[in-house]
């Protein structure tokens, strides 16, 4: 197994050909913000980019921000919010086991944390997009991500917090452009082409970094602090099987500079980590479907409400229910969705009845008509006791019927071409202080060392939602650049 | 937070007290194997425990040993197996993403490692256990541990391979003792109450360590190695978080001493890990019980096949289906059950009809009716089309019923008092190659670490079977106590 080797190297062995305060490794949404705050306190800022330009899988993103405690799109759309009800989401829905010391940070800073992307010339429309889906065909500046679906409408009061820039479906790269902009009029300065391999140690604290761009090597003296904002490692099979491997096989939500670099180089340094196993996994499947009809696994049973935000149906069925899935329609609900909202995506099966729908798909006999019945006799009464779907979207489901393979979906059908039906990242990584600085194996800060992004372990439990990785990102990369910038490091 | 540095220390700083040539750190199962190989090797042997007495979680556990390819005791017992039999049941069964390499060295040298036991004199009794269960309260030698269970009968040609020392219940104190009694006359030395706290490095490789008598501090220098076998971190709550929340509220599978402590001596030192997600959970349910009925969740809906080993429907059910679960009786299928069997688990709900019981359960009204409906319809047939329980098992059941808590089981109403329902233990731990050695971060073995048991990842991938853990513990620290024996080392 031939690796490149990700040792650290010692200071002594090292003459440095670049010099910096504040060296930022990765120029993603979370190395923007830690650049940009470290140069907005003063710090001489150099930020290394392994591609020809900035952005990362930030700027390929839906660019969600999952925002609230009442910032002023949340306002002006009419709904109270506040920072408690917004950890007590977060904390069931990225739980078990969701940080609660950086959540509290996360949401008690959320509002201020909105204004920083406003003062960063980020756009948002002050308009509601209101239905179950993963990115508006819309403009629209705020969404629901599943806040108002059991069982999260009974743990904290629901109101939507998925902020989005101002532009239909990708929005990440309009927030990159803002943020990109941003950093370069703090005073930062980017060295693109530039992969970061090897750290530099002296003395148990973290100097500099070696680099690689094209067959050179260069080498980074850092007198303040490293921030690592490399990104997670979901493109590197090898990290996949050793920590994450349910990723395996998947789609990858990456621009594909994803191998984990920043991680392996940390822990070489003797870093811990945490939560390597946590990843987001998207099953491709179209909310405005399921959420009108059923979502059954192949015994033909339901396993969630329809109605809850599509990372979670998706959670549940990639990582807890043996496949295959099938969205069930019917031709009313079919005729309900708005042909935008289909993503191209069309029924590959249908029937008249049930019966034969359960047929075509292999289901066990009677098992879907089982199903339907029991759907349909509660949902006569606006009542789903099973799995509580809220009642907007219960309806008995009649004749024709139709059915769709959820990983037949936009990846397959569409941006992706041959997908696998699911894809993902990895939300493991450097054990973090509030203030992005990575701990050793002794629950030490590594001095001169820090992380943020998917390179740290963040907010995350075993859950995951929309805009709380560009969210955690950039609120604790800020976080990390102030800390690193106002350190007094090795000067 | 005040842990305790684990971080490495330089040979250069160290004054070594004592010194050997293979250094074994933790005298369970694991550290006994390898200890017997160096010392067997010609090596001059010292083993650390930190108790005042070897024996470790192993000396406290089933004893089982996941042995097969065609066994003096499965031939006796008339059955023929071959290691491609054995690798393709496990490769299923510990999978998905069981480590391929390591699984096809200990299925081929499967009955060898046999007979290494019956040449330490572990005594296995030539007669099977024919049941499904968790430990037998018989001697019996062998007995099935799922391979006899869809979907693994149509995977592999089923045999059983749960190899057990001859005693009822609890086997694993036998089996030291006999291990324990073969390192001693091997002509290893051991020191008790001594716990090794930090490696002692040396221009990049693992000299020795640094370990606590009581208040002293005690250093040793292993000339060829140190082997880490010290169990892996179910009793680290802080390493749980970190990387194996799922077990956090459980009970515990240990001797109270599975600390993480040899796991994060060697990270600090730069070794890399893998899967430390990776766990056994056992729901503390009663086999003989839920074979004869049915397993349901909160929704009164199955979701395996009961006759499964219990290890397998304990992971599906903790792991993947939110409780609560019920397991369900009828007054033929109770009264079928040998007394011995019931582990002193009393039903906690009856009543005449299901409708009752499911009142009385809290299920949602018709859904426990609908599950035995469609189950009794078919088992008439014989037949379980949902999950495949074999046909030996299924028989319609009939009123009166009863229901258990699952979690009732053994270890909250048996040995472990007021228990949580589950216990496991962690699978997740240093990444070695099949000799033991250690790996950096860079894929390279770190000169003088070795890692087996616990401590290290071995064959696992998701799932865990009876038998694996100290199957691979001692397979694969009898390969690294050669391994290290044979190196040149730093003599």
């Known amino acids: 197994m031939a690796k490149a080797s990700v040792e650290p190297v010692a200071a002594a062995e090292v003459e440095f050909d670049h010099e910096c305060d504040v060296l930022v490794v990765g120029f993603g949404a979370a190395g923007a913000a830690a650049a940009y705050e470290a140069a907005a306190a003063g710090a001489d800022v150099l930020v290394l980019e392994r591609s020809s330009g900035p952005g990362g899988t930030s700027a390929q993103s839906g660019g969600e921000l999952y925002l609230g405690g009442g910032t002023q799109v949340q306002k002006a759309c009419g709904f109270d919010d506040t920072p408690d009800d917004m950890f007590a989401f977060l904390k069931a829905a990225l739980g078990p086991h969701a940080d609660e010391e950086k959540l509290r940070l996360y949401c008690d800073g959320s509002v201020e944390h909105f204004e920083w992307f406003r003062a960063r010339c980020v756009p948002f ?20 991500l599943g806040e ?19 532009t239909p479906m990708f929005a990440g790269g309009i927030l990159m452009e803002k943020l990109i902009a941003a950093v370069a009029e703090a005073g930062a300065v980017t060295h693109q082409d530039t992969y970061a391999t090897n750290l530099v140690v002296d003395g148990g604290g973290v100097v500099g970094v070696v680099a690689r ?42 621009d594909g500079t994803s ?27 179209n909310p405005a479907v399921i959420c009108r009809g ?63 729908l359960e047929e075509s798909l292999g289901l066990p006999p009677g098992s879907l008509e089982q199903t339907v019945e029991t759907y349909n006799q509660y949902a006569e009464k606006g009542e789903d006791p099973y799995f509580h779907k809220d009642a907007r979207w219960l309806r008995p489901l009649k004749g024709p019927f139709a059915a769709i393979d959820p990983r037949d979906g936009f990846f397959g059908a569409g941006k992706h071409g041959a997908g696998t039906g699911a894809g993902g990242f990895t939300l493991g990584g450097l054990d973090t202080t509030v203030d992005g600085e990575v701990r050793n194996n002794s629950g030490e800060p590594i001095p001169g060392l820090y992380a943020a992004g998917r390179t740290a372990s ?15 990102g950039t609120f604790f990369g800020r976080r990390a650049g102030r800390a690193a910038a106002l350190t007094k490091g090795s000067e």
Chains 1, 2 share one sequence.
């Open 259 to 285: 191998d984990g670099s920043g991680i392996r180089m940390a822990t070489a340094a003797g870093a811990a980590t945490r939560r390597m196993a946590a990843v987001e996994i998207a099953l491709t499947a």
């Open 148 to 166: 108002n679906a059991w069982p999260y409408n009974t743990i904290a009061r629901p109101a939507p917090r998925g902020h989005r820039p101002e």
């Open 213 to 254: 761009k094209f067959s050179e090597t260069v080498t980074y003296r850092a007198r303040r602090g490293v921030i690592l904002t490399s990104g997670g490692f979901v493109d590197n099979e090898e990290m996949l099987a050793d920590h994450a491997p349910v990723l395996l096989g998947h789609d990858k939500v990456s």
């Open 125 to 144: 429309k002050e308009t509601l997009f209101d239905a179950p889906g993963w990115m508006p065909y819309t403009e629209d500046g705020l969404m629901w």
């Open 294 to 356: 059923m979502l059954v696994d192949g015994l033909g049973r339901r396993f969630i409400n329809e109605d809850v935000y599509p990372g979670l149906f998706s959670h549940r069925a990639v990582q807890h229910q043996p496949g295959p899935y099938w969205a069930i329609i019917d031709e009313a609900g079919h005729d309900d969705i708005d042909e935008a909202d289909m993503w191209g995506v069309r029924p590959t099966h249908a029937a008249e009845t049930v019966a034969e």
């Open 458 to 472: 963040g907010i995350h439990g075993e859950g995951y939602i929309s805009g709380t990785s560009l969210g955690d």
